[in-house]
């Protein structure tokens, strides 16, 4: 069964530096989405992309957070000046075409800032 | 805006028990609704969806029964196991803009003691 699947699994650094988080979405799907959850709080949504654009994007989604479709197949999340505040488990998701709803999220990335 | 509202926990069941775990929302129009689960150290797996008033949706023993009338979408099970230890997220999407994001409740930490 095909599966959203992300990269690292964990990663640390520290305060300031840059970080990609990675995701490679399922082949045929055409929405893709960053959501992410501070330890112990609920899933909030970042920001959603189709047709190799922002669709839309929460408060959270700053100036600090871009999203990239390099290629045909990953799907990155790019933090430039990481904050103790970004410490949280990341997902990605996509989900197919028109007329079907739910999203696929992959495992997570756990990124811890130092 | 859109928000969902679940029952707070941790449940804490015996094997074998009956299981409900209550989710209502607050919604413009008329939005799909899901039920995801987390299980430990994993990521968000769709547990199931209902996309239209007095559907149900069921899998894997769960079930839930979207109440336009009630706005809720409780999910149940007649007989937990200790497998079903994990935490459930109601979820809903809207439908007026495809793709638009999910709006998580808080979740719900379900515990099944043997």
């Known amino acids: 069964e095909p599966e959203v699947t992300q990269t690292p699994s964990h990663q640390v650094t520290q305060m300031g530096q840059e970080v990609i988080l990675r995701c490679v979405p399922i082949?045929?799907?055409?929405?893709f989405y960053w959501y992410r959850q501070i330890l112990g709080q609920k899933v909030e949504f970042l920001v959603s992309?189709?047709?190799?654009?922002?669709?839309?994007k929460s408060e959270i989604f700053d100036d600090q957070f871009s999203v990239e479709r390099p290629d045909g197949s990953n799907f990155t999340l790019k933090i430039r000046s990481t904050k103790l505040e970004d410490s949280a488990m990341y997902f990605c998701?996509?989900?197919?075409?028109?007329?079907?709803?739910?999203?696929?999220f992959g495992p997570g990335t756990r990124l811890t800032v130092t | 805006g859109d928000s969902v509202t679940q029952m707070e926990g941790p449940v804490t069941l015996s094997e074998e028990a009956f299981l409900t775990i209550n989710c209502t929302y607050t919604?413009?129009?008329?939005?799909?609704l899901f039920w995801y689960v987390q299980y430990p150290g994993e990521g968000l797996q769709l547990l199931l969806k209902?996309?239209?008033?007095?559907d149900k949706g069921s899998n894997k023993g769960f079930e839930a029964t979207y109440r336009k009338e009630t706005t809720s979408f409780h999910l149940e099970k007649g007989s937990v196991q200790v497998s079903d230890s994990a935490v459930y997220f109601c979820?809903?999407?809207?439908?007026?803009?495809?793709?638009?994001?999910?709006?998580f409740g808080p979740g719900t930490r379900l515990s099944v003691l043997p």
């Open positions: 998701a996509s989900s197919p075409a028109v007329g079907v709803y739910e999203q696929y």
């Open positions: 082949s045929n799907h055409l929405y």
């Open positions: 992309f189709y047709n190799n654009e922002i669709s839309e």
């Open positions: 919604a413009t129009g008329y939005p799909s």
């Open positions: 209902a996309t239209k008033a007095d």
């Open positions: 979820a809903l999407s809207g439908k007026e803009n495809y793709g638009q994001n999910f709006v």
